[in-house]
């Protein structure tokens, strides 16, 4: 599972380039899935796979659960207080949020959606180590598909970069790569792509 060039994901036409300018991407990650059928977007990837298609290993549950149980001692988990953050919600246009598939504020597990469309869809998550957005999406290609998951990451404090540094190796060499294996399982399965 290639972390691939910012300028490669920078190329396609997505909304995300101009809604998120201004906020850093931090890496960008794809793997490439085998060709089902022609035609599958996003979405309807997502709704056979039920809103999940990442399974976290039982590797990343231990980190994530490390995470957070360090994140409930020194509170990097709670909100910020009103007005310390502005949310990527409020960027929406009218039509933005008429063509998003899903409501924006859906929560998706520690993450809430901003936009959902056809075949682009952006996570929020805010807390006091960081401001991310994670972005996925889905292309077909002459073989097959290629599903892209980019990492947005807003500063909020000066923290956020010495935050972003310590994780950043479980984040390349563990999280990362399992999320996007089970990116293909979940595929395989849905599509009997195997």
Request: hydrophobic letters at 45%; a positive charge.
């Amino acid at each position: 599972m290639p972390q691939v060039s910012a300028r490669e994901f920078e190329r396609m036409p997505l909304r995300v380039h101009e809604f998120l300018d201004g906020v850093p991407l931090h890496d960008v990650w794809a793997v490439d899935l085998p060709h089902a059928r022609a035609g599958i977007t996003l979405d309807e990837f997502l709704r056979a796979a039920a809103n999940r298609s990442f399974t976290p290993s039982l590797m990343v549950r231990i980190l994530l659960n490390i995470r957070f149980f360090i994140g409930r001692i020194f509170g990097w988990d709670s909100e910020l207080g009103a007005g310390a953050c502005e949310t990527f919600t409020t960027r929406l246009t009218i039509a933005d949020r008429s063509q998003s598939l899903a409501p924006a504020g859906t929560r998706e597990g520690p993450f809430s959606i901003v936009y959902r469309f056809e075949n682009e869809q952006l996570l929020e998550l805010v807390n006091r180590t960081a401001h991310a957005g994670a972005l996925s999406t889905l292309v077909e290609t002459t073989n097959g598909y290629r599903f892209y998951f980019g990492v947005y990451v807003r500063n909020v404090s000066r923290f956020t970069p010495l935050y972003m540094a310590v994780i950043d190796p479980f984040r390349k060499w563990i999280v990362y790569p399992s999320l996007l294996c089970s990116v293909r399982a979940r595929w395989n399965r849905e599509f009997n792509t195997t």
